[in-house]
């Protein structure tokens, strides 16, 4: 039985995660002329808040699992991170209020009805003329392909996970005032505790054209 919540974080050392953001990330951060509020939605251990608030931004993680918390406030002891899901935190957040989103795989993890409602309520929150940083899963994926091609979704161990092509991410981010200034995808291995494994995902940098909502 796969472990969930807590348990699928509190019987592995800091060490068998990643140490580093992924290179496209620090290059993103790097680029911008910049400090800033920085949101990282879907925060996990807290790797790309950790970086960002080293370089100086205010960064306010958030992440709905305990244990991802947990980890993350062991890596970074400065960051403001808070155990909560999405929806109800950005309840109390005011418009224009973050400089930068980051989104690393989180929109995976959405209904395409949540989806909608997701980005809207990100545009709102983010500054005219700010970015959001996306990771997202592409349908290029290797499990995509094999187990879901035609419905581009799936549920591994209960959690829904949905792919995207360029085309459908595109739409998604235009309908919300989000415009593209960069996409590239990406194919990655890595390692876990079932062996070695391939992802491939679209990684992608908006910028925010809404003045006022």
Same mark, same amino acid.
């Given at each position: ?71 993350? !406030? @062991?890596?970074? %002891?400065?960051?403001? /991170? ?5 929806? =109800? #935190?950005?309840?109390?957040? $005011? &418009? ?70 360029? !085309? @459908?991410?595109? %739409?998604?981010?235009? /309908? ?5 200034? =960069? #996409?590239?995808?990406?194919? $990655? &291995? ?24």
């Amino acid at each position: 039985m796969s472990k969930k919540g807590l348990l699928k974080f509190t019987d592995q050392p800091l060490s068998s995660h990643k140490t580093r953001p992924e290179p496209e990330f620090i290059s993103f951060l790097s680029s911008l002329n910049t400090r800033g509020k920085l949101l990282d939605i879907g925060c996990g251990v807290g790797l790309e808040a950790s970086y960002a608030q080293e370089l100086g931004f205010e960064v306010t993680g958030i992440d709905k699992e305990y244990g991802c918390i947990k980890k993350a !406030k @062991e890596i970074n %002891k400065k960051v403001n /991170l808070k155990q909560v899901d999405f929806f =109800s #935190f950005i309840k109390n957040i $005011q &418009k224009n209020e973050f400089s930068v989103i980051v989104d690393s795989k989180f929109s995976n993890k959405l209904t395409m009805n949540k989806l909608k409602r997701y980005y809207k309520k990100v545009s709102k929150v983010l500054k005219f003329d700010g970015h959001m940083y996306l990771q997202i899963l592409s349908t290029d994926d290797a499990y995509c392909k094999k187990h879901c091609p035609q419905r581009k979704w799936t549920k591994v161990d209960e959690l829904y996970i949905r792919y995207f092509s360029k !085309k @459908e991410l595109q %739409k998604l981010l235009r /309908l919300t005032g989000l415009k593209i200034e =960069s #996409f590239k995808t990406i194919k $990655q &291995k890595y390692n876990n505790n079932q062996g070695s494994k391939e992802e491939t995902y679209h990684v992608v940098v908006a910028r925010q054209t809404v003045k006022k909502w």
